[in-house]
């Protein structure tokens, strides 16, 4: 598979099935906090939102840099980049896009993609930018390159970089693949989806079943969204994960299933009420979308959230739903397919309703929280699950769900009011020792009573 010169196929993809990939977002997504989430801060890439205020700084800085891209030692000028573009592949590339593109002209898609292709370059070869503006903002544009509306057809990547490829690595060894999982995953990038062992492009090779298809690549996020799928798809196969075992032989007696159970469950803080307890997957290389419920108790990976991550995120869950409502209408089936980054937000959505909910979460290590307040990651969730273009009736967790609310409304769960009890009374040392003295207390006070009543009787 490393031999594989995927660098030399243009267009792998059928453009039939590329036709508008690239969806704008409603506006409604983009209410309120969301829209810091899902518009470029520093620079526009493809046509959606070319001309943005906040983008406009970047337009003269862009062309800086693609100066050091046309004066690389052997590189071929700007207009032959352009009729190369125009020639092979910007017609393809303006039906990849289902909104407006009005305006956008080949050389506008050159420009794009070559700053691209220079950024990753110098990424690569730890070379400087050459321009202190681009340098401050490159955290900024990192995760504007990752924005779902703010793409290129990776097809377009691939036809500029095999120009310039010979001019940079003399062996003509250096893949586009590599340059990309290397800028996007390296350290301290993704860290919250488990994909620290793609942060050095040499182990590219070593994730075969990752890049079986990488020529079926449609942009950057496509990409990125491959590998935190790929790396953290474990085995769900949506069914029932509770075990209704009891030491008691009541409880396996007596079943009380609620004849219609909700699509929903509690927060986190009313289900820790209730006896459920929250653990963290202990194991380090643990799936992010492997959470389960059993004996009671959920457990669910450890989440590192900030404000990158809340981008990151976002944009997975919105590319997802575009990938999956795609995936049912082209199929006869009827039904509901709904894919593991909207199942994930749909948990959380469900778990965290206020700060309370976030501390539980918090305090059981499950939620590594690096921004202001409880209260900010509570509005993340709740925005973001505000803004499905899906059905999410039936999702990866659905019937883990059914579990918990079965567990949460049987009221002759007796091993529920004991965990409750325990919860509440054995949840720190002191507790314990107040309801260790009371019992003491209450068994010393018991036996002097009856050696009173004994003692009576005697007499």
Known sequence: MADRNTDDIRICIPITEMTSTMVRLPVYMLEGNNRGLFEPR????????RGHE??????AHKEQVLEGFFQRPGNVSR???????????????????SGNTDGYTAEMLMRDGCFIIELLLRWNKKEDVHDNYVRVMSNSIYYDLLLVDNQLPFFVLTMIFSKVKGHINENHTTRLLDLVIDFFNHEGQFSWANLGQYSDSSNACRVPHLLEDVCQVRHLLDLQYKFVVGRNMGNNDNEPTLSDSCPFSLCGNIRH???SVPLGIPGANELQDDGVRFHVSKNKLSKMFDVTFKRKTMR???FKINFGSKILLANLFAYDQILFHRSNQSTDQPGNNVG???SYVVLMNAL???????????????LDNLLSNEEEVASFFNNLGRCTLVDVSKHRYTSMFHDVNKYW???FNCCRYFAIFSMKHCRNPWTCLSLLGAILLLLISSTSMIFAILKFARG
């Open 257 to 259: 299933t609620p004849p």
């Open 352 to 366: 965290i309703n206020a700060r309370e909910d976030v501390v539980v979460l918090q305090r059981e290590g499950i």
């Open 409 to 411: 409304r049987n009221k």
């Open 42 to 49: 520093v620079i526009s890439i493809g046509p959606y939102h």
């Open 79 to 97: 207009q032959e980049y352009i009729a190369d573009v125009t020639a092979n592949c910007f017609q393809q590339a303006l039906r990849c896009y």
């Open 300 to 302: 669910i990976p450890h």
């Open 340 to 342: 593991p980054v909207t």
């Open 54 to 59: 906040s983008t406009l700084i970047m337009e």
